[in-house]
Nanobody, 123 residues
Framework: QVDLVESGGGSVQAGGSLEISCVASIYTYQNYAMAWFRQAPGKEREGVAAITPGGGTTQYTDSVRGRFTISRNNVNNTLYLRMNSLKPEDTAMYYC????????????????WGQGTQVTVSS
């Protein structure tokens, strides 16, 4: 049984910051690539950021590069997404995902998914 539980979402004004996290109940967490995805109402799920199993390499979608930072702690099985300079268009449900690939922002590369945490940015 694999569970991914996100937390830390909330409401923030444009220009503000927020950090969301995801705790993974995976025995071999350090062997999994992890990623954050988001989905806004009426839109497709979008890959936001990904990180390799060891945490040494990251990838971002263009719209968040320079504003968001993905990181992980392989001791406490936690994935983080630090979001700075938030914009109203960042409003979405954010999901963490785990997969046995390498570095990918495609949803079909990930096997396990959390239930999501809502991030709302007001103008």
């Amino acid at each position: 049984q694999v569970d991914l539980v996100e937390s830390g979402g909330g409401s923030v004004q444009a220009g503000g910051s927020l950090e969301i996290s995801c705790v993974a109940s995976i025995y071999t967490y350090q062997n999994y690539a992890m990623a954050w995805f988001r989905q806004a109402p009426g839109k497709e799920r979008e890959g936001v950021a990904a990180i390799t199993p060891g945490g040494g390499t990251t990838q971002y979608t263009d719209s968040v590069r320079g504003r968001f930072t993905i990181s992980r702690n392989n001791v406490n099985n936690t994935l983080y997404l630090r979001m700075n300079s938030l914009k109203p268009e960042d409003t979405a449900m954010y999901y963490c995902a785990a997969g046995t690939g390498w570095l990918d922002l495609r949803a079909d590369a990930y096997k396990y998914w959390g239930q999501g945490t809502q991030v709302t940015v007001s103008s």
